[in-house]
């Protein structure tokens, strides 16, 4: 039996794991000087919170989700996005009371499973850094999010970036242009998908965002939902719209695009890259919105909410693309030789003196010959090495060498155990 791993699923190995640490750190370092915070709800929720979230008639909901019944059947589901539990924790701990400071700002990182077809990009279990927003009806805060994905993918040195915006519009907005695409498409309903001639009615928004070829070729000619804002809905538009040039954030307008959640409303925004490591065309990377009545929907009050989720596996498969350089600092700082085997409970007490002053340390375990430990020396960086023999031992030293000038001094082991880094920088 040769077992592999499940289907859609990755190994993150040493080596790639350090382009995984660079971006979680260089994102958690953003989203500190945006004053967001790290939340951390599970890794699997009851059903209900993605079915209400999401809608029942999302592709997530309808077909990608890994629920299942557990043991005391209960009908619970791996998380397929992060907002949906966000929202959940927000409003089962109530951080919207009196105490909390508003807007309430949280930021999540951490995989997410969807019953996918994999390929390039797309995975059953993938990673998303997200953040969310709740308490403020501001497009200023719609436009500090948008700022903070687009300022995030700019410092990962991606530059060839699109960000394509749309309204929802409010409530009478969606319920207004809702009949008008119905009124539009129904004429054409023996042509649509399976999946469009079942959302038609219950959400006929969706078939703007169905990948299906016989539903596209509709969406060119679809009434415009810009034609549908309520004052208040365009209000909200321009403003974020002022905003982003304000910022000098470049944009288009795209007003077919529509969000994969139902809970979307005012404005909504992809980040977007036109890198063929992705495939034909444009690709999604970061994406979201507001969604005024989701804290509502699932239990809260009517408190409004704006977030993005960005997609980690695509992140670095752009990167990577793009040839951008993560930093690496894969140099070992002192690998200890040890000769004969009397050394080892010596080398053992060194590398251990060394690691406890916060530098990195590496001796042999394979009963190496010493010119063999020096070549694991080369091969991990290092840039000292002392060696330890019988002689050594006997007077209480070591044999410093640094590596890059070959300068070797005998020093104290006393002093070693006492002040390592002093006695690395001593000349
Ligand atoms: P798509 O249209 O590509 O299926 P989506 O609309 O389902 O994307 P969202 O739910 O908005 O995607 O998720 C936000 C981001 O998460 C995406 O832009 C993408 O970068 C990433 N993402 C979504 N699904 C996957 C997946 N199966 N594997 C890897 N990354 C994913
Ligand atoms: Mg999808």
Same mark, same amino acid.
């Given at each position: 039996m040769r077992y592999q791993r499940p289907k859609g699923t990755a190994d993150i190995l040493p080596g790639d794991s350090e382009k995984w640490q660079y971006v979680e750190q260089t994102a958690r370092d953003l989203f500190k000087t945006y004053q967001f915070k790290e939340i951390r709800t599970p890794m699997f929720e009851n059903f209900e919170v993605f079915s209400r979230s999401a809608g029942d008639t999302s592709d997530i909901v309808t077909k990608e989700m890994y629920d299942f019944h557990d043991k005391g059947d209960r009908h619970v589901t791996l998380r397929p996005e992060g907002t949906a539990g966000v929202v959940?924790? &927000?409003? /089962?701990?109530?951080?919207?009371?009196? !105490?909390? =400071?508003?807007?309430?700002? #949280?930021?999540?990182? +951490?995989?997410?499973?969807?019953?996918?077809?994999? !390929? @390039?990009?797309? =995975?059953?279990? &993938?990673? !998303? =850094?997200? #953040?969310? *927003? &709740?308490? @403020?009806? @501001? *497009? *200023? $805060?719609?436009? /500090? #999010?948008? *700022?903070?994905? &687009?300022?995030?993918?700019?410092?990962? +040195? $991606?530059?060839? =970036?699109k960000l394509v915006i749309n309204t929802l519009g409010d409530q009478q907005t969606r319920d207004d242009y809702r009949q008008a695409l119905i009124d539009y498409l129904e004429p054409h309903f023996d042509e649509l998908s399976d999946d469009s001639k079942e959302r038609l009615h219950k959400n006929p928004l969706r078939v703007l965002d169905s990948k299906a070829p016989e539903d596209q070729k509709f969406v060119a000619d679809a009434p415009s939902i810009l034609d549908y804002l309520t004052p208040a809905a365009q209000q909200h538009f321009d403003q974020a719209k002022a905003y982003l040039e304000a910022l000098e954030i470049p944009y288009e307008v795209d007003a077919t695009m529509v969000r994969g959640l139902d809970y979307y409303n005012h404005t909504i925004f992809e980040i977007m890259t036109n890198s063929k490591s992705l495939g034909q065309g444009y690709t999604t990377i970061c994406a979201g919105g507001r969604y005024n009545g989701l804290v509502k929907e699932l239990g809260g009050p009517e408190v409004s909410g704006v977030g993005f989720g960005l997609g980690v596996e695509r992140l670095l498969v752009l990167m990577d693309a793009e040839k951008v350089a993560v930093p690496t600092d894969d140099h070992l700082d002192v690998y200890v030789v040890g000769i004969g085997d009397a050394a080892s409970a010596t080398t053992l007490k060194l590398v251990q003196a060394v690691r406890g002053a916060g530098l990195t340390a590496e001796r042999d375990y394979l009963d190496r010959k010493p010119k063999a430990q020096f070549k694991s020396a080369d091969r991990l960086n290092a840039r000292y090495t002392m060696t330890v023999g019988d002689s050594e031992i006997e007077a209480q030293v070591v044999n410093l060498k640094e590596m890059a000038t070959g300068e070797e001094r005998k020093v104290a082991m006393a002093d070693i155990f006492n002040d390592v880094k002093q006695v690395l920088t001593a000349k």
């Open positions: 959940r924790a &927000f409003v /089962e701990n109530k951080l919207y009371g009196p !105490q909390v =400071l508003k807007p309430y700002k #949280v930021y999540y990182m +951490g995989p997410m499973f969807r019953y996918e077809r994999p !390929q @390039s990009g797309r =995975l059953r279990e &993938f990673h !998303q =850094l997200g #953040v969310e *927003a &709740f308490g @403020s009806e @501001s *497009a *200023a $805060l719609d436009v /500090e #999010v948008i *700022a903070m994905g &687009f300022n995030l993918l700019k410092k990962f +040195g $991606l530059n060839d =970036l």
